[in-house]
């Protein structure tokens, strides 16, 4: 069975960092384009961001380029994402998906407060 | 960015009967390659959101023949001919054909 599995939420204050990961399993992942999706507490869905199954091609929502960094170790079937310069707004659950074939992971919770 | 406008925000719905949501994309989502990037997404109450529909009319595996998906180009629409209670949530429209991906704002179907 396909499982996606997020870790690494929590709570952070204003301008610090945290490190999101997603473990993979049931599927070739590292063929697969991977992405980020967040939802803040009672709104809808945002994508933040999206890698290509080798890795080299990364692409990101304008609310987070240049502190989010999206990365992958294909060797351990594992998705990361690098959120810098945390803010109030970036506050939401981070779910990891692969998109085209319907896979969801059940989310993590990153909450940006003093 | 492509803006994806979904209406109507709220429906409320007779179990048993039919319900519709449209999805109206800010231009065309037919990709270069051909293919239209267009999904529809359930999200019960406090679950991960849950692929219905992919490329339009295409029903996910295990998804109810109940609903389905109908559009092109720039207007879609997610067709659900009975509800049942168990189809209660937020229904989001989703366009992967180009970057930025882009949601509708959800339409929340619940029971009359």
């Known amino acids: 069975d396909v499982e996606l599995l997020e870790s690494g939420g929590g709570l952070v204050q204003p301008g610090g960092s945290l490190r999101l990961s997603c473990a993979a399993s049931g599927f070739k992942f590292r063929t697969q384009a991977m992405t980020w999706v967040r939802q803040a507490p009672g709104k809808g869905l945002e994508w933040v961001s999206s890698?290509?199954?080798?890795?080299?091609?990364?692409h990101y929502a304008d609310s987070v380029k240049g502190r989010f960094t999206v990365a992958r170790d294909n060797s351990k079937s594992i998705l990361y994402l690098q959120m810098n310069n945390l803010r109030v707004e970036d506050t939401a659950v981070y779910y990891c998906?692969?998109?085209?074939?319907?896979?969801w992971g059940q989310g993590t919770l990153v909450a940006v407060s003093s | 960015d492509i803006v994806m406008t979904q209406t109507p925000l709220s429906s409320p719905v007779t179990l048993g009967q039919p319900a519709s949501i449209s999805c109206r994309s800010s231009?065309?989502?037919?990709?270069?390659?051909?293919?239209?990037?267009l999904s529809w997404l359930q999200q019960r109450p406090g679950q991960p959101p849950r692929l219905l529909i992919h490329?339009?009319?295409n029903r996910f595996s295990g998804v109810p023949d109940r609903f389905s998906g109908s559009g092109t180009g720039t207007d879609f629409t997610l067709n659900i001919t009975r509800v049942e209670a168990e189809d209660v949530g937020v229904y989001f429209c989703?366009?992967?054909?180009?970057?930025?991906?882009?949601f509708g704002q959800g339409t929340k179907l619940e029971i009359k």
């Open positions: 998906a692969k998109l085209s074939a319907g896979y």
């Open positions: 890698m290509s199954g080798s890795g080299r091609d990364s």
């Open positions: 231009q065309s989502l037919v990709h270069s390659d051909g293919h239209t990037y």
């Open positions: 989703m366009q992967a054909t180009q970057f930025a991906y882009t």
């Open positions: 490329e339009i009319s």
